[in-house]
């Protein structure tokens, strides 16, 4: 038997002030896009933003149904988007804001498992990193330079 060892390397901001100033605006139409998600059921609000190679901000925000598997994430929202419009642009770096509407979150909150590999598609498509920058409604933001970072099992159309 062989062990291997898998490493997730992350980085931490205590603030959004100690961020440059692109990631600070990017962050804000995270924010933005958050206060705007369909959330009447689990009342967790997120959204996300994106910075293509053109210049574009595209952002998304969860879309949550009554039938619960017909809703939608704030990251598959925002990158299916942009993808839908700029097919040839590629995703330089994603952020996203998540918090309850009951109490602050000062945790960064990852995307979920499905958008992990929705976004790990696109990376791999693009062939080059996406930066992720995550944060809750407040606090500290945590930073990775790729989306495998963050998932380095990857399922891709290798193994297809």
């Known amino acids: 038997m062989k062990k291997l060892k898998i490493e997730c390397h992350i980085n931490a901001f205590e603030s959004l002030d100690e961020l440059p100033k692109n990631i600070q605006e990017l962050m804000h139409n995270a924010h933005v896009a958050r206060l705007k998600a369909h959330?009447?059921?689990?009342?967790?609000?997120?959204?996300?933003?994106?910075?293509?190679?053109?210049?574009?901000?595209?952002?998304?925000n969860n879309q949550e149904n009554a039938a619960y598997p017909s809703g939608l994430c704030a990251e598959r929202t925002a990158v299916f988007y942009a993808h839908s419009k700029y097919?040839?642009?590629?995703?330089?770096?994603?952020?996203?804001?998540?918090g309850s509407t009951y109490k602050k979150t000062s945790t960064p909150i990852p995307p979920c498992g499905g958008c992990r590999q929705a976004l790990m598609e696109y990376e791999?498509?693009?062939d080059t990193p996406i930066e992720l920058y995550f944060m809750g409604t407040e606090g500290p933001i945590a930073h990775s330079a790729s989306i495998e970072n963050i998932l380095p099992l990857i399922f891709d159309k290798s193994v297809l």
Request: charged share 10%; glycine share 8%; hydrophobic share 45%.
């Open 39 to 60: 959330a009447p059921y689990s009342n967790f609000l997120v959204g996300a933003a994106l910075e293509l190679s053109n210049g574009e901000i595209i952002s998304g």
């Open 87 to 98: 097919p040839n642009e590629t995703i330089l770096r994603m952020a996203i804001s998540a």
């Open 124 to 126: 791999t498509l693009q």
